[in-house]
């Protein structure tokens, strides 16, 4: 079993950069393939990141592309999302998640493969 707690969120200018923590407990967090989602306010909740538990690939969705960077730091259980060039689109709840199997293009941004998740972090982006 994993927990996952997000951290990092907060208020940023448009332009700004942000990061966000995913803190893991469980001494097989390493097997783990991460992602990082995010719900706006009356929106469902949309693939933002992935990474395989080895840290190999990385997947994004396009309208984060070049802007974000999901890294992770296993002999720290933590999964990490660098927010550099912030839109105000980009406000949402952010919730990382953990599967104990291996993702790929096609499946990293379905959300119910993933088994576990964080309650959240929120990220306002001003304008």
């Known amino acids: 079993q994993v927990q996952l707690v997000e951290s990092g969120g907060g208020l940023v200018q448009a332009g700004g950069s942000l990061r966000l923590s995913c803190a893991a407990s469980?001494?097989?967090?390493?097997?783990?393939?991460v992602g990082w989602f995010r719900q706006a306010p009356g929106k469902e909740r949309e693939f933002v990141a992935a990474i395989k538990s080895s840290g190999s690939n990385t997947y994004y969705t396009d309208s984060v592309n070049g802007r974000f960077t999901i890294s992770r730091d296993n002999a720290k259980n933590a999964v990490y999302l660098q927010m550099n060039s912030v839109k105000p689109e980009d406000t949402a709840v952010y919730y990382c998640?953990?599967?104990?199997?291996?993702?790929?293009?096609?499946?990293?941004?379905?959300?119910?493969?993933?088994?576990?998740w964080g309650h959240g972090t929120q990220v306002t982006v001003s304008s």
């Open positions: 469980g001494r097989t967090f390493s097997r783990y393939s």
């Open positions: 998640a953990a599967d104990p199997s291996s993702i790929f293009q096609a499946t990293a941004p379905n959300p119910n493969k993933y088994d576990y």
